[in-house]
């Protein structure tokens, strides 16, 4: 007669699904000859019950808790936060994806849906991005009318557009935002009001030891070659073949830009060696200066949309009202106050184009490389030199000439290929949603 023998009792293994519960039991031994097994049934002993769809909800609480440990044990608190730990602490956006993508619909209308939103957004960001090289361009003319019509030293008009600025902190506040950022952020987001600060304090004091059109150039220049470098090594993003190619471009055109005049090469007169330390020390500041700036786009880049713009608006504002007398003490910059209508509008126009400016920028770093960021800013240095020769009527050199016209071309080709309507069908669309959602736009 043929018995049934159990050595121990069998494990019950039970995967839980929103819509299944499936049990499965294996027993600690492989069967063996006249040996015959049996799982348990309902009512026999060792038999337990899936739990119920009633203590569902803890289990899943117990799950979410044990995966925020789990994530917060992989990923520690560090300044520059990486690419795949933002990809993983966006729940919400996966959501919204699936929402929009429609059950039934496959990969390729998903990626179809989603490629003609994210595309439109792009756009409406290079629009934006283009816009706030336009406002840049218009607070390098004014900061230069500011201090030669009216003596007002550019530092000073820095502590002013600060001061003004300050009225951002309005708006995280009544949504109920703290000022200072987030919990878990505020660090970087000190770190970037800093650099931001440090920066345009660096570009505004070296206008005083070179030529203003020199020092912003260089000043661009410095900030688009290092933030490629810094996105790479603290970000690991890269730029495309295209885009880099087309931000060399644009890097040689400025280089073209400081040159230095024919006349000023012939001149035979010997070198004074005060003027020549004071020169170096000018090109010095505004080379740290895109150091600074290119070090805060990264950063703003790690934080992407966990601060909002005005959050960021009043950080670099409280920060420069603080480095901007710092910086007028040190260079002994006189105090000039505006004293007339004219002057106070010239101050106004210029705290209005910088706010715009600032935030089109800002916002094109949620969703843009650094690099390319900088490289369609560098469209400020040809438009203030036509603001600039219609103010005053000067014939331009031939270097001159050709480097705001590589800068151009470059920015002009760069933005084209990201407003023309797409060609090619799906797989042009699908391009060029993949570049938004990974690299270098997100």
């Known amino acids: 007669m043929e018995s049934t023998h159990l050595l121990s009792p069998p494990k019950k293994r039970v995967k839980i699904h929103p819509h299944t519960v499936t049990a499965k039991y294996a027993t600690p031994y492989s069967p063996q000859a006249r040996v015959h097994t049996r799982s348990p ?47 993983a602490d966006g729940p919400a956006v996966g959501g919204e994806r699936r929402e929009r993508g429609g059950p039934g619909r496959g990969v390729g209308g998903q990626l179809a849906s989603f490629g003609e939103a994210s595309v439109s957004a792009s756009r409406l960001t290079w629009v934006g991005l283009v816009l706030a090289a336009l406002g840049h361009g218009c607070v390098i003319v004014l900061t230069r009318l500011a201090s030669e019509r009216f003596g007002l030293g550019p530092l000073f008009l820095l502590l002013v557009r600060s001061v003004i600025q300050l009225l951002s902190v309005a708006v995280p506040l009544h949504r109920g935002d703290g000022p200072f950022g987030p919990k878990g952020h505020r660090l970087r987001l000190l770190c970037y009001g800093v650099a931001y600060s440090l920066s345009l304090c660096c570009a505004h004091s070296s206008s005083a030891f070179i030529a203003p059109g020199n020092s912003a150039t260089s000043w661009r220049l410095a900030t688009t070659a290092l933030s490629a470098t810094l996105a790479f090594l603290l970000l690991e993003e890269r730029l495309g073949m295209a885009d880099g190619i087309t931000t060399g471009a644009g890097l040689c055109g400025l280089g073209l830009l400081l040159l230095p005049a024919a006349d000023e090469d012939d001149s035979g007169a010997p070198a004074d060696p005060g003027v020549f330390w004071r020169a170096a020390f000018g ?31 009043f950080s670099t504002s409280w920060v420069g009202c603080l480095l901007a007398p710092a910086s ?35 916002y094109a770093l949620t ?58 069908g799906g797989r042009r ?8 959602v990974d690299s270098p736009i997100k």
């Not at 800013?377 to 050199?397: G, R």
């Not at 669309?429 to 938004?436: D, S, T």
């Open 429 to 436: 669309q699908r391009e060029e949603y993949e570049e938004i």
């Open 328 to 362: 007028m003490v040190l260079l002994q910059e006189g105090w000039s106050w505006p004293m007339t209508a004219p002057s106070w509008a010239l101050v106004l126009g210029l705290v209005a184009c910088s706010v715009s400016a600032f935030l089109g920028m800002t």
């Open 367 to 424: 969703r843009l490389h650094p690099a390319l960021v900088s490289a369609t800013q560098s469209l400020e240095i040809p438009l203030a030199t036509m603001l600039h020769l219609a103010i005053h009527p000067l014939a331009p050199t031939a270097t001159e000439v050709v480097g705001n016209a590589m800068v151009t071309l470059s920015v002009g080709w760069l933005v084209m290929t990201k407003l023309l309507p797409s060609r090619g």
């Open 41 to 87: 049934q309902p009512g026999d002993e060792g038999y337990d019950d899936a739990p119920s769809f009633e203590d569902f909800g803890s289990f899943l609480d117990e799950t979410v808790d044990r995966k925020q440990q789990t994530e917060s044990r992989r990923w520690p608190a560090s300044l520059f936060g990486s690419r795949d730990k933002d990809a």
């Open 283 to 313: 090109w010095s500041l505004s080379v740290l200066a895109g150091l600074w700036m290119a070090l805060a786009l990264v950063c703003y880049r790690s934080l992407k949309e966990r601060v909002s713009l005005a959050t960021a608006l």
